[in-house]
């Protein structure tokens, strides 16, 4: 069985992620990271540049070309249909949601490539 994943786009968000490559390839994970939660319930949303996709790794189709990921053991707390907005508290982040919830309304994204710093 597989899990049909869409990632809608507003153009503000795309702008935004498309200046976070900085022209380097990578993927942008979305995780729920519970590393030092102390509990796997107990994790945040993460949006994480990456430079390669795992065979764990499930790719949204979308429309805006970007290349989302996850893996497929945190892709159970998340709806299969996700949207990114520029976040309205501070415009370098952004907000994920679905029709149904909101998963984090400034979520900050992380380089985590090869060579790269870590927040940008």
């Known amino acids: 069985m597989s899990i049909a994943l869409t990632m809608r786009v507003s153009p503000e968000a795309q702008i935004l992620l498309e200046q ?3 022209g380097r390839p990578g993927y942008l994970r979305v995780a729920y ?3 030092g939660c102390g509990c796997s319930l107990s994790g945040a949303i993460a949006l994480w540049l990456v430079d390669e996709a795992k ?3 499930l790719a949204f189709s979308t429309a805006s070309g970007l290349p989302f990921i996850v893996d497929k053991n945190d892709a159970v ?4 249909d996700l949207s990114i907005t520029v976040s309205g508290f501070d415009k370098s982040s952004v907000r994920l949601a679905s029709d149904g919830q909101s998963y984090g309304s400034s979520i900050a994204i992380e380089d985590r490539r090869a060579g790269a710093e870590s927040l940008v």
């Not at 707390?77 to 299969?80: A, I, L, P, S, V």
Request: glycine share 0%; aromatic share 24%; proline share 0%.
């Open 77 to 80: 707390y998340f709806d299969q």
């Open 20 to 22: 976070k490559f900085e």
């Open 33 to 35: 990271d519970n590393e």
């Open 55 to 57: 065979a764990s790794d």
